[in-house]
């Protein structure tokens, strides 16, 4: 279960609920998100890439405070998924 809570327009608090709870801060910024072609919520965005992330590690291992395009650093078929387009 994945739980996603809007501290401001750039912030977000991510709840994972699985085999343990783990909490994540992301940061998900308006330039960020522009490059996304669909017109998606940020929310749902970020929920999606969590399903992503929890394709390939468990929620403890995932980052405990990260900038939500940095998923790439670590995951290059990230921006491929998304046909995101990184300048």
Do not use: A, G
Not at 37 to 43: C, I, M, R, V, W
Not at 56 to 78: G, M, T, V
């Amino acid at each position: 279960m994945i739980k996603i809570k809007k501290i401001d327009n750039d912030n977000f608090i991510v709840k994972i609920k699985k085999n343990t709870t783990s909490e994540h801060k992301v940061f998900f910024s308006n330039d960020f998100h522009s490059k996304f072609p669909d017109n998606k919520t940020k929310e749902t965005i970020i929920k999606s890439s969590f399903e992503f992330l929890l394709d390939r590690e468990s929620n403890e291992s995932i980052l405990k405070s990260f900038y939500l395009e940095e998923i790439n650093n670590y995951f290059p078929e990230y921006f491929e998924k998304y046909k995101i387009v990184s300048k």
